[in-house]
């Protein structure tokens, strides 16, 4: 679709642009995981809202914005290929504006994590490090179908989950809290890389090596099925072990949903990767939720 000479024209960015820039519908998984830890904590939240609203909110719009403003700028020769119209390769974000703006809310990222006390701002580091580990140059995890995922769900579920935890209990969570959450972040391997199928032709042609482009759009959706689910088998057997039947029956039962999701998709992996992503995610997060329950009777 060819560019308007308004948009070639334009010195400063389109307000709705920048606002699909940080891809609200991103934000979800990091702020529910971070609730996910300020159950599994334990304490009494009375007096500490303002720690639990903050914390969403840094785990969302902002480090989670900041992230996917970067991924942005730095795959914009990708997504002239995948998707043009994205704000950047379409001129709605001219020059160097993406690239300010990720930058400006990093810095307003380790600004807000402070707030959290020393638990919060040392995730928070980690948080934007990581963001910038996986899409800039010399570094660029993303190019590869293990690291760049593994990635992106640690830093999506675990590292959210772990500080909603460590900031509400203001001190290290549980052993029990963080196997759980690694082990939720672990499965979101699966999610990130079916997330890669729709950029599948722009990573081939540049040389990202995602799942979907190294194995194949059928292999890479079993592979990222059973990554998701054995970490899930896991926290059931833990739950069991930690004498939580109702809640491993809730976490199984989420599970058992996911696997009929699973296979819809696997009929058309390529098509139908974005449909579970809207589907099964759901089930897996809220699987999520009844392990944070659980463990807040242990802590």
Same mark, same amino acid.
């Given at each position: 679709? &060819?560019?308007?000479?308004?948009?070639?024209?334009r010195?400063?960015?389109? &307000?709705?642009?920048?606002?699909?820039?940080?891809k609200?519908?991103?934000?979800?998984?990091?702020?529910?995981?971070?609730?996910?830890?300020?159950?599994?904590?334990?304490?009494?939240?009375?007096?500490?809202?303002?720690?639990?609203?903050?914390?969403?909110?840094?785990?969302?719009?902002?480090?989670?914005?900041?992230?996917?403003?970067?991924?942005?700028?730095?795959?914009?020769?990708?997504?002239?290929?995948?998707?043009?119209?994205?704000?950047?390769?379409?001129?709605?974000?001219?020059?160097?504006?993406?690239?300010w703006?990720?930058?400006?809310?990093?810095?307003?990222?380790?600004?807000?994590?402070?707030?959290?006390?020393?638990?919060?701002?040392?995730?928070?580091?980690?948080g934007?490090?990581?963001?910038?580990?996986?899409?800039?140059?010399?570094?660029?995890?993303?190019?590869?179908?293990i690291?760049?995922?593994?990635?992106?769900?640690?830093?999506?579920?675990?590292?959210?989950?772990?500080?909603?935890?460590?900031?509400?209990?203001?001190?290290?969570?549980?052993?029990?809290?963080?196997?759980?959450?690694?082990? /939720?972040?672990?499965?979101?391997?699966?999610?990130?890389?079916?997330?890669?199928?729709?950029?599948?032709?722009?990573?081939?042609?540049?040389?990202?090596?995602?799942?979907?482009?190294?194995?194949?759009?059928?292999?890479?959706?079993?592979?990222?099925?059973?990554?998701?689910?054995?970490?899930?088998?896991?926290?059931?057997?833990?739950?069991?072990?930690?004498?939580?039947p109702?809640?491993?029956?809730?976490?199984?039962?989420?599970?058992?949903?996911?696997?009929?999701?699973m296979?819809?998709?696997?009929?058309?992996?390529?098509?139908?990767?974005?449909?579970?992503?809207?589907?099964?995610?759901?089930? /897996?997060?809220?699987?999520?939720?009844?392990?944070?329950?659980?463990?807040?009777?242990?802590?």
């Amino acid at each position: 679709m &060819p560019v308007s000479s308004e948009i070639q024209s334009r010195a400063l960015p389109d &307000p709705a642009a920048m606002v699909t820039l940080i891809k609200p519908v991103t934000w979800f998984p990091p702020m529910w995981a971070y609730l996910c830890g300020a159950v599994a904590a334990g304490v009494d939240p009375a007096g500490q809202w303002g720690l639990v609203v903050l914390g969403v909110l840094l785990a969302g719009p902002i480090v989670c914005g900041m992230s996917q403003a970067a991924n942005d700028w730095c795959d914009r020769h990708v997504d002239a290929i995948n998707e043009p119209n994205r704000p950047i390769p379409s001129g709605r974000i001219p020059g160097r504006w993406g690239l300010w703006i990720a930058l400006a809310m990093s810095g307003l990222s380790l600004l807000i994590g402070w707030q959290l006390g020393p638990w919060g701002f040392g995730a928070t580091v980690f948080g934007v490090l990581a963001a910038w580990a996986y899409s800039a140059e010399p570094l660029r995890l993303k190019r590869s179908g293990i690291l760049g995922p593994g990635l992106v769900g640690l830093s999506y579920e675990t590292l959210p989950w772990f500080t909603g935890a460590a900031v509400l209990a203001s001190g290290a969570p549980a052993v029990e809290v963080v196997i759980i959450a690694v082990l /939720y972040g672990l499965g979101a391997h699966g999610i990130m890389t079916l997330n890669d199928f729709k950029a599948l032709e722009g990573d081939r042609q540049t040389g990202v090596n995602s799942l979907p482009v190294t194995l194949g759009p059928e292999r890479a959706a079993r592979v990222a099925c059973w990554v998701m689910a054995v970490p899930q088998v896991a926290v059931v057997a833990l739950l069991l072990l930690w004498d939580r039947p109702f809640h491993a029956l809730g976490v199984f039962a989420v599970l058992i949903g996911q696997g009929f999701a699973m296979r819809v998709m696997l009929r058309d992996p390529k098509e139908r990767a974005p449909w579970y992503n809207g589907t099964g995610v759901l089930l /897996y997060v809220s699987g999520m939720m009844i392990a944070a329950f659980a463990l807040r009777g242990l802590t």
